[in-house]
């Protein structure tokens, strides 16, 4: 047994020396954020993100406006401890899935000398792959160079057709952007398990055979070994006093109550608000999400919503210019006699009254 395990041991050495060097890029949750075309005048909508020690969960919706590129991303900014530098060789390794099939767009941008200029994030070099995502969780092996400069961003920064150069060994942004028309109106939920470039060194493809045989070699010769061993022992090679490991369950991400609060928080604003869109959203059957909440805040949905506005609106009242009229839109309310009602429900005056009773108590303790 002393030599199978020499040679295991040259087998496993030989398999490390030649694999190849991962650069994790999902493991700094700091430097990872979610972004929409708002900025741009759109109104798609990215809801949330949460980054986990498995994977990154991302809740998004396209939206078609008056904006005629509509668009979501992720992105992962590179800092100082981060690996820069790559190859066309190197492998570009993603797993993920999605609820809606279709095309998200893997973007490189790279810093190039002479035309890179400080916060001007388009100037640097763009380079873009387009992986179809299903939902069925899959793994995509791309090398690098399968990358391709946009032609949209060669007309953009007046480079010449022919430039097709990457910038690989200078990466200061990668990002996935969906972008995916086919996707438009459709809640998504996103989930991508790993996001890595994969080093390889120079002799992996030679020796790459060799370690297969290898590998396959001493697979044969461990089972035969085991076999006549079993036999021989007359018993099963397990101790008595090994316990059997069980798969232990995944332990959530952030718990559903969490998770509904913190995105009714976010979006109380939207005059259209249902159960059911907050449900679609986040994964819930309606009666599921009517439970969760008549668990946690038993006056139910629509009075956690007036809830969160009329204290939005005390503020707004106290705080800023805005007319009632205009205070009303803002909080998600369809007309300001709605609004006036929910708050005197609530606050035992109108919003009017309350403003005047407001200014004036500030204006008391300003006298001297």
């Known amino acids: ?49 949460h980054v986990s020690d498995t994977m990154i969960q991302w809740i998004y919706e396209i939206k078609q406006g008056q904006y005629l590129w509509p668009y979501v991303g992720l992105s992962r900014e590179l800092n ?9 060789q190197d492998t570009f390794v993603v797993e993920m899935k999605s609820n809606h099939t279709g095309k998200f767009v893997f973007k490189i941008s790279s810093f190039e000398p002479g035309r890179t200029l400080p916060n001007d994030p388009m100037s640097c ?8 995502v299903t939902p069925v969780r899959q793994r995509f092996t791309f090398p690098l160079e399968k990358f391709a400069v946009p032609d949209w961003w060669k007309e953009q920064q007046n480079v010449i057709p022919e430039d097709n150069r990457l910038f690989l060994d200078s990466i200061c942004l990668l990002q996935v952007i969906g972008n995916d028309k086919g996707r438009i109106n459709c809640v998504d939920t ?4 790993s996001f890595e470039i994969r ?4 002799n992996t493809e030679k020796s790459s055979l060799w370690i297969l045989i290898l590998v396959l070699t001493i697979t044969v010769i461990a089972a035969l070994v085991l076999f006549i061993w079993k036999k021989r022992a007359g018993k099963d090679l397990v101790s008595p ?3 059997e490991l069980r798969p232990q369950p995944q332990v959530a991400l952030q718990s559903d109550w969490n998770r509904t609060l913190e995105f009714i928080e ?17 994964g819930f059957s309606d009666s599921k999400l009517s439970r969760l909440i008549s668990e946690n805040y038993p006056d139910g949905f629509r009075a956690l919503v007036h809830e969160l506005r009329i204290k939005e609106g005390k503020r707004l009242l106290g705080e800023s210019k805005m007319n009632i009229a205009e205070i009303a839109f803002t909080l998600g309310y369809a007309t300001p006699s709605h609004f006036n009602r929910e708050f005197k429900k609530r606050i035992g005056v109108s919003p009017g009254v309350f403003r005047k009773g407001t200014l004036e108590s500030t204006e008391k303790r300003i006298s001297p």
């Open 266 to 282: 976010k979006n109380y604003t939207d005059g259209e608000l249902s159960i059911g869109k907050v449900a679609n959203v986040l």
């Open 199 to 202: 080093k390889y060194k120079a």
């Open 80 to 88: 100082e401890s981060d690996p820069h530098s790559f190859s066309p």
């Open 1 to 49: 047994m002393r030599y199978i395990n020499a040679f295991v041991i040259i087998v496993l050495l030989t398999v490390l020396v030649n694999t190849a060097t991962a650069v994790r890029f999902t493991d700094n949750k700091e430097s990872w954020y979610h972004f929409d075309d708002s900025f741009s005048g759109g109104i798609s909508k990215s809801y949330q993100m």
């Open 241 to 243: 006093g090994i316990r």
């Open 190 to 193: 996103f989930e991508m398990y």
């Open 125 to 132: 070099r763009i380079s873009e792959l387009a992986v179809t």
